[in-house]
C-alpha cells in the first residue's frame, strides 16, 4: 500500500543552524505534498506546500524541494529559532479522484537550543 | 472564523462505553477526515468524507462509524470503546480542489479507553 517514510525522527540543532528533514513516498501517482508543524497539545498546522508540477518552493526561512523521478522530497529550515522547535510531518496525497486524502510520514522532533 | 472546532477537548470512557466526538467547520470546505495520532505512528486516516452525503474508509477504519450531518459537520462514532482506540482524534477539512488545497486541522480530543 501507499507509505511515507519519514527522516529523521529527531534532530537537534544549534539556533540559526540549518535545519533538513527527508521524506520518501511510494505512490508515483502522488503529486501534492504538504508538511505541517505540530506544537504540543495542539493540531498540525500547515506551513508549507509544494505541487508535482514544481521542483521548489520557498517561503522566508522555509523551503520545500522535490524529486519526482527519486520520489524524494526535504524541509528546509535555513536560521533557526527556538520557536521553529515542534514535530514536523510531511504528508503526500494518494487515492483516485479529487479526495485529498493524505497519507503522513511519523513525524520528526526538532529542536532548536538557544 | 474559528476554522475547525472539535468536542469534547478531553474523555475518559470505560471498554464497552460508546461515545461521539464532534466536529465542526466554518470555512465551507467539501471534504472532512478524522484522523488517530499515536505515538511514533503519525497521523493514520480512519474515515473521510470527500462531500456532503458521502462518507468512505481510510486506513484503520475497524471500531469507528462517521456520520455527515452536513456540510459544516463531521461526527466520529465508538460504538463500544476498547483499550486500543486510547489515542489522540484529529479533525480536519479541505477543498482540495482549492487554493490552498491542504487540510486544516482542530485541536484534538484525547481520549482515553481504560
Known amino acids: 500500500g501507499e507509505n511515507v517514510e519519514q527522516h529523521p525522527s529527531t534532530l537537534s540543532v544549534q539556533e540559526g543552524d540549518s535545519a533538513v528533514i527527508k521524506c520518501t513516498y511510494s505512490d508515483s501517482a502522488s503529486n501534492y505534498f504538504p508538511w505541517y508543524k505540530q506544537e504540543l497539545g495542539k493540531g498540525p498546522q500547515l506551513i508549507i506546500d509544494i505541487r508535482s508540477n514544481v521542483g521548489e518552493k520557498k517561503d522566508q526561512r522555509i523551503a520545500v524541494t522535490l524529486n519526482k523521478t527519486a520520489k524524494h522530497f526535504s524541509l528546509h529550515i535555513t536560521e533557526t529559532q527556538p520557536e521553529d522547535s515542534a514535530v514536523y510531518f510531511c504528508a503526500a496525497s494518494y487515492g483516485s479522484g479529487n479526495t485529498g486524502k493524505l497519507i503522513f510520514g511519523q513525524g520528526t522532533t526538532l529542536q532548536v537550543k538557544p | 472564523n474559528a476554522g475547525v472546532t472539535q468536542t469534547p477537548k478531553f474523555q475518559v470512557l470505560k471498554t464497552g462505553q460508546s461515545m461521539t466526538l464532534q466536529c465542526a467547520q466554518d470555512m465551507n470546505h467539501n471534504s472532512m477526515y478524522w484522523y488517530r495520532q499515536d505515538p511514533g505512528m503519525g497521523l493514520r486516516l480512519i474515515y473521510y468524507?470527500?462531500?456532503?452525503?458521502?462518507?468512505d474508509k481510510g486506513e484503520v477504519p475497524n471500531g469507528y462509524n462517521v456520520s455527515r450531518l452536513n456540510k459544516r459537520e463531521f461526527s466520529l462514532r465508538l460504538e463500544s470503546a476498547a483499550p486500543s482506540q486510547t489515542s489522540v482524534y484529529f479533525c480536519?477539512?479541505?477543498?482540495?480542489?482549492?487554493?490552498?488545497?491542504?487540510?486544516?486541522f482542530g485541536p484534538g480530543t484525547r481520549l482515553t479507553v481504560l
Open positions: 468524507s470527500a462531500s456532503e452525503g458521502t462518507t
Open positions: 480536519a477539512s479541505s477543498e482540495p480542489a482549492g487554493p490552498p488545497p491542504g487540510q486544516f
